[in-house]
């Protein structure tokens, strides 16, 4: 079996993080979420390992990259897919199959558009597809939790990783996970205070809400300049908190006929913790 190793990439302002599976095989980068870190998706990635050169990096002020997070100077997304090409430029000279899971996929997607000579397919799990004008709330599509106001109160220190581990175990966002899926999470999340077992949150929540504060509106419009496959994955019918609305959904495909748009049953907005095979298929299957 191919173990992933973490690897650092300095940057002018601090290092990126990342793990690589080696293998003489096409190169495949996925991104996390908001919030998340790559070993989050170990479980997702582990089988891809050997069919893949693979590589999986912590976005800046997430995981164990450190390089500059100042919540106020955050003011769009454009900074993760700037920093994504970079990396991209840097491991490789070859295009590289880009997936990514909400954010991570909207870094992909930037990175598609603007650098197109960099991707060879982009596979997109719920990515965060806002509108241009957000829409008055319907019975369909009721108001959405205020992700902002949520991540600002998240709790940041626990008394160690077990502790965390019982406070986060079938609980709220992370109901739905595998119980090795959010170990990996806390894994790649968790960084020590130094004050005997303590650890705290790696993504603090003031730079989680800033994200999520940014989400950039009509991106979805990006598609018209995506010249390689994409699959969009998307969670079923009546999932509340899927991010990929349909309205946008139909922007991608209205720009990109050629899109592969996949809802995938039983799913919510964490899709590629709850069924991995369905993105690890459209990996393999656009790769």
Not at 38 to 61: N, V
Not at 187 to 206: D, I, P, Y
Request: hydrophobic share 45%; with cysteine.
């Amino acid at each position: 079996m191919i173990a992933a190793q973490r690897k650092e990439m300095a940057f002018d302002d601090g290092s990126m993080s990342y793990l690589e599976w080696e293998a003489d095989a096409p190169v495949l980068h996925f991104a996390h979420a908001t919030g998340f870190n790559a070993e989050t998706y170990r479980g997702l990635l582990q089988p891809l390992a050997g069919k893949f050169h693979i590589f999986a990096a912590d976005l800046r002020g997430h995981g164990f990259s450190t390089l500059r997070a100042v919540p106020e100077e955050l003011t769009s997304w454009d900074v993760h897919g700037a920093d994504l090409t970079l990396f991209l430029s840097r491991i490789t000279d070859r295009p590289a199959v880009l997936s990514g899971h909400s954010m991570g996929s909207i870094a992909s997607l930037m990175v598609g558009a603007r650098r197109p000579e960099l991707v060879r397919a982009l596979i997109l799990a719920e990515p965060v597809l806002v509108p241009a004008e957000a829409p008055a709330p319907t019975a369909e599509q009721p108001p959405r939790p205020n992700l902002v106001e949520m991540a600002a109160r998240r709790r940041q220190v626990f008394a160690s990783f077990d502790d965390a581990l019982d406070r986060y175990r079938g609980r709220g966002a992370f109901a739905t996970w595998p119980e090795e899926t959010l170990i990996d999470y806390l894994h790649g999340g968790l960084v020590s205070t130094g004050n005997g077992t303590e650890v705290r949150l790696a993504c603090t929540g003031e730079w989680e809400a800033r994200t999520f504060q940014n989400s950039p509106p009509g991106i979805a419009r990006l598609a018209a300049d995506v010249r390689c496959p994409l699959a969009l994955l998307h969670a079923g019918a009546g999932a509340l908190d899927g991010t990929a609305r349909p309205a946008e959904i139909a922007t991608v495909v209205r720009l990109k006929p050629d899109a592969k748009i996949v809802s995938v049953p039983d799913t919510s907005h964490f899709l590629p913790m709850e069924k991995p095979e369905a993105v690890q298929a459209e990996i393999l299957a656009f790769a």
